[in-house]
């Protein structure tokens, strides 16, 4: 079977998507069963991945954006003869003329459209509801999600599958090695683009309180900013008074991504809308306990392997960040749990899943072709 992917989120400096897309791909390459397939890769560049090219070949399509994807892809995916098409990022070209199965990780841009320029979310929304009804089936990552595709753009619930992606641990580090004096030097870490969402000024603010008292503490910040309307995160540090005691990345290798949830004793990630939340798993996976804001996703994602807070407020940041830095028992108590949350994510079963969607999805169309 010839399988189209989409391949542009692994093109450049790959986040989110990219690494969801990056994880199947990585498993399609050595998985049994998955080498009867050939998968046809399309983006604007060569993907910097070192993959199998009789398996996966890559098709080069100049351009991006909306124009990209709807004519461009389109016309060079139709000559291509495949048996179905996978679309790991929300949309896909709606008048291609083979079985599709798309990837909707989230709706925020339905549930908020305060989040998003006007234009952008406009074709977002008018975009996602075409290619989910035209989709044969459409992946998302947790019942949270499913219950939103259901709710919010009229999806069958029988064309949707939850399939939960894999988690990629960072550098695994025993608790007991590091730090746990309230004296001794211990870093906060955040992961993940910057959205309003995600209140990443207020963790700033929060942590700025718990710092003034514990003069070894810093906060490392990863993520592009992506928020609208714009936060100005070095305006934000500056007025705290922390300048060299929050440090923002806005981008960093894995092998450096790695080395930061290796010293981190403490992940915050206050969102208060996602479709699952990779980062806080990666961080349990390498036994950084998550302080997260309480949200039905959250408790799905990450169970009793987290510390909540139940609103934004500054006070209370800071009393989460303090408890989960130095309160021993509890930490113990979050890490105990993490080996239950963590066997719900593998990206062998993910990849495996995804692929037998894919397969069923093709039905008949593959069968004729032969």
């Known amino acids: 079977m010839r399988i189209g992917i989409d391949a542009r989120e692994l093109c450049g400096r790959p986040t989110g998507v990219g690494r969801y897309l990056s994880g199947l791909v990585a498993e399609w390459a050595t998985q049994r069963g998955a080498d009867r397939h050939e998968f046809v890769l399309y983006a604007p560049e060569s993907p910097a991945a070192v993959l199998n090219h009789d398996r996966f070949p890559v098709r080069v399509v100049p351009g991006q954006g909306f124009l990209w994807e709807q004519l461009r892809l389109r016309r060079i995916a139709t000559d291509e003869r495949l048996d179905v098409f996978f679309a790991p990022a929300y949309t896909a070209p709606i008048r291609l003329r083979v079985p599709l199965v798309v990837a909707i990780h989230d709706l925020s841009f339905v549930a908020h459209p305060e989040w998003f320029r006007a234009s952008e979310g406009i074709r977002r929304r008018w975009l996602s509801r075409l290619v989910a009804k035209r989709a044969r089936a459409v992946v998302t990552i947790s019942e949270f999600s499913r219950r939103e595709l259901m709710d919010r753009l009229g999806v069958p619930e029988k064309r949707i599958h939850v399939i939960p992606p894999g988690v990629t641990a ?7 090695s590091k730090d746990t004096s309230a004296s001794g030097d211990a870093r906060v870490l955040f992961v993940g ?28 910040i990863v993520g592009d900013n992506r928020s609208y309307p714009h936060q100005d995160l070095p ?4 007025a705290e008074g922390l300048n060299g005691r929050v440090r923002w990345h806005a981008y960093v290798s894995d092998a450096e991504l790695q080395a930061l949830y290796g010293r981190a004793r403490v992940f915050a990630f206050l969102s208060e809308y996602e479709g699952l939340g990779l980062t806080p798993l990666e961080a349990l996976a390498a036994g950084v306990p998550p302080v997260l804001l309480e949200t039905p996703v959250a408790r799905e994602t990450c169970g009793d392997a987290a510390f909540y807070l139940p609103a934004i407020d500054i006070a209370a940041i800071e ?3 303090q408890r989960a830095l130095f309160d021993d028992g509890a930490r113990a108590a979050s890490l105990a749990a993490a080996p239950a949350v963590l066997a719900k994510y593998s990206w062998s079963r993910a990849a495996q899943d995804t692929l037998a969607v894919i397969v069923a999805a093709a039905g008949r169309d593959a069968e004729s072709s032969r």
């Open 193 to 220: 683009s910057i959205f309003n969402r995600r209140h990443v000024p207020d963790l700033i603010r929060g942590f700025g309180r718990l710092a003034r008292t514990h003069a070894g503490l810093s906060l490392d």
């Open 235 to 238: 305006r934000t540090i500056a």
């Open 319 to 321: 009393q989460a960040l």
């Open 170 to 176: 960072g550098a695994t580090i025993p608790a007991a």
